[in-house]
């Protein structure tokens, strides 16, 4: 299909940053975070010589104004990786109102904002891919991480009934449940919660970057769940 264009959310840092490096040399990619300083930052050409935008996806309004540059920009969207994530660590009595009213706007309103927005445009042009990273942390439950597993359940139950919905191959809603990685959030996560054998951002972004290249009439079906821990499937 030649050169396309890929939107990766949270794509500052991490995983989503691994998405985009892999991406930017054959595509149009743009980068949408929520700090400007590093959305800036990340699309320099010193980074990654790529659009970037101001998005904070737990504001309805920030995302349809996002996507709606983006499409005035490029015309199509062929892909979106949904990585932005927020991280909700410890037992319920130990976090504050605030962190589980922000890990709840991020990883509950804001995929969801998100995937209406990118599935509905998706839609009008006939075709396009979403992956969205979830977590191996949904496998079992994870007595130490209530509010994060829960949000993050949501998201997978969600992308679950979207990807049912979509009745053709030509729209693919796809998730990727990636195990503990070494990056700025798992700085924030902890050691304790890295196992001792793990994969690299840029391993699980091969991945991601294999789904969100998929062609329309690729025989892939849409709800496609993907598990990587440990460096091993």
Known sequence: MGARTFVVVGGTSGLGLAVARQLVDEHQVVVFGNEPA???????????????????????????????????????????????????????????????????????????????????????????????????????????????????????SLVDSLAEAQHSNRIKVMQLHPGPMPTRLQERVGAEFLDEVYAMPEQVATEVVRLLLLEPDDLYVSGERVLRADGRW
Request: overall charge negative; some cysteine.
């Open 38 to 156: 590093e959305v800036a930052a990340t699309a320099t050409a010193d980074e990654l010589g790529c659009d970037g935008a101001v998005c904070d996806v737990s504001s309805d309004e920030q995302v349809r104004a996002g996507f709606a540059e983006v499409v005035r920009r490029h015309g199509t969207i062929d892909g979106v990786a949904a990585c932005a994530s927020m991280w909700a660590g410890g037992e319920l009595a130990d976090l504050s109102v605030e962190h589980i009213r922000r890990a709840v706007e991020v990883n509950v309103l804001g995929l969801t904002y998100l995937l209406r927005e990118v599935v509905g445009h998706l839609h009008r042009q006939g075709h396009g891919n979403v992956v969205y990273i979830g977590a191996l942390a949904l496998a079992a439950p994870r007595p130490g991480i209530p509010v994060y597993r829960a949000t993050k359940s949501y998201g997978s």
